[in-house]
């Protein structure tokens, strides 16, 4: 049974930080691309990041550009997301996902085979 397991979210104040892990079980991911995502309360579920197999293409919303770091660790089937510098607009459940089945489009919701149960993450002003 393949389980994306997301740890890390909590309640920090705006200009924090906080680093989300994803670990994944069931089947490796090390071949696939992954992503983040989240959803605010009234929101449509949005596309954070994402990363290819090898970490070395690194794909982000404009919105956390600059502010946010995604990752990986083939070894250990997890995937990261470091976030600096939050905003109270960064509130929202964060999941993860993957494989990505699109060599392009992965920042498409409906392109994602796995997902995780999300994290809440709640920036205070």
């Known amino acids: 049974q393949v389980q994306l397991v997301e740890s890390g979210g909590g309640l920090v104040q705006a200009g924090g930080s906080l680093r989300l892990s994803c670990a994944a079980s069931?089947?490796?991911?090390?071949?696939?691309?992954m992503g983040w995502f989240r959803q605010a309360p009234g929101k449509e579920r949005e596309f954070v990041a994402a990363?290819?197999?090898?970490?070395?293409?690194?794909f982000y919303a404009d919105s956390v550009k600059g502010r946010f770091t995604i990752s990986r660790d083939n070894a250990k089937n997890t995937v990261y997301l470091q976030m600096n510098s939050l905003k109270p607009e960064d509130t929202a459940v964060y999941y993860c996902?993957?494989?990505?089945?699109?060599?392009?489009?992965?920042?498409?919701?409906?392109?994602?085979?796995?997902w995780g149960q999300g994290t809440q993450v709640t920036v205070s002003s």
């Open positions: 069931g089947r490796t991911f090390s071949s696939d691309t």
């Open positions: 990363i290819n197999w090898s970490g070395r293409r690194l």
């Open positions: 996902a993957g494989p990505c089945y699109s060599s392009s489009s992965y920042y498409s919701k409906d392109e994602y085979a796995y």
